[in-house]
């Protein structure tokens, strides 16, 4: 069965600091696309930031660049989203993504499986 498990969302104040969690399971876990997008209410998913396994490509939204960093683990199939210097916007339902034998190069892909997600708010 294939899983994506977010964990690590919640509430923090502004200027603060989350890390996401996503982990795989029952999906080829080689040459795979793994990101993070985000909800607010009534708008479209859009894309935060994605990860190719294969060379460590990674590629973020402008809004986030410089604040947000995305990282993986191969041996634990999980991806993390380090947040810092949280702002209001960020404020959303976060979903991890992933496409296996797919090489993602910018935040604008169309996933193939997804997970439940994750809320974060913050505070001003």
């Known amino acids: 069965q294939v899983q994506l498990v977010e964990s690590g969302g919640g509430s923090v104040q502004a200027g603060g600091s989350l890390r996401l969690s996503c982990t795989a399971s029952?999906?080829?876990?080689?040459?795979?696309?793994v990101g993070w997008f985000r909800q607010y209410p009534g708008k479209e998913r859009e894309g935060v930031a994605t990860?190719?396994?294969?060379?460590?490509?990674?590629s973020y939204t402008d809004a986030v660049k410089g604040r947000f960093t995305i990282t993986r683990d191969n041996a634990k199939r999980t991806v993390y989203l380090q947040m810092n210097s949280l702002r209001p916007e960020d404020a959303a339902m976060y979903y991890c993504?992933?496409?296996?034998?797919?090489?993602?190069?910018?935040?604008?892909?169309?996933?193939?499986?997804w997970g439940q997600g994750t809320q974060v708010t913050v505070s001003a």
């Open positions: 029952g999906m080829t876990y080689s040459s795979i696309c």
């Open positions: 990860i190719y396994s294969d060379g460590d490509v990674t």
């Open positions: 993504a992933a496409y296996p034998l797919f090489r993602c190069r910018t935040t604008a892909w169309d996933p193939k499986y």
